[in-house]
């Protein structure tokens, strides 16, 4: 059965509220999550995702920290590397922001890529620990994007990585935080897919 959608315009128009939300409390520039939704939306595109996966994805990306917002926890921001502890409760983002995009009517899809986009391809992630295509392939698309989006964006605990050493990370990584056909995928896209070059 097909259920009908919002118009685009009003998704959008929320998503981008909500998002620039989660920029500025997280501390990235305005406009990283777009970005990082641009970047999802390209490596769908070149894995030939239809158009309504696509869709999802950049939701999703618009509120991947919807969770962090939630928590609102002083050391999200602190310039600083965070505690055992803290990162053990940063943890706990994942299925917090899968709850609140529930609250915001976004769709179950766009839940569960929120919830799995810090599962590891080596199961080593959370919050359940899944393993290679366990995860769903949107959620590995995210968690590529996302971790580049970060890194090339000053953190309040270190600088900018610059683009040739983000890249480096992923391919070191590969096939074991990152799905290394998603890295692959990435690293093969124009340089003006890359939406961190502007």
Request: proline share 5%; glycine share 6%.
């Amino acid at each position: 059965m097909h259920t009908l959608v919002a118009p685009e315009s009003t998704i959008d128009a929320k998503l981008l509220e909500k998002a620039a939300e989660i920029d500025v409390f997280t501390g990235f520039r305005s406009g990283h999550s777009s970005r990082v939704a641009s970047l999802c939306a390209a490596i769908g595109a070149a894995i030939h995702l239809v158009p309504d996966d696509i869709e999802m994805l950049k939701q999703a990306a618009f509120l991947r920290d919807i969770g962090e917002l939630r928590m609102d926890r002083e050391y999200i921001r602190a310039a600083r590397i965070l505690s055992a502890e803290e990162r053990l409760d940063l943890r706990r983002h994942s299925v917090i922001g899968e709850q609140e995009a529930a609250k915001l009517g976004a769709g179950r899809a766009v839940q569960l890529v929120i919830r799995w986009n810090h599962e590891w391809w080596n199961g080593s992630g959370y919050p359940d620990g899944l393993v290679r295509e366990e995860i769903p392939l949107k959620s590995r698309i995210l968690r590529v994007a996302d971790a580049y989006g970060a890194l090339r964006s000053a953190r309040p605990f270190r600088a900018e990585y610059p683009e040739a050493s983000a890249k480096k990370y992923l391919i070191e990584w590969a096939g074991i935080e990152f799905d290394p056909t998603i890295v692959k995928v990435f690293l093969s896209l124009p340089a003006a897919a890359d939406p961190f070059n502007v």
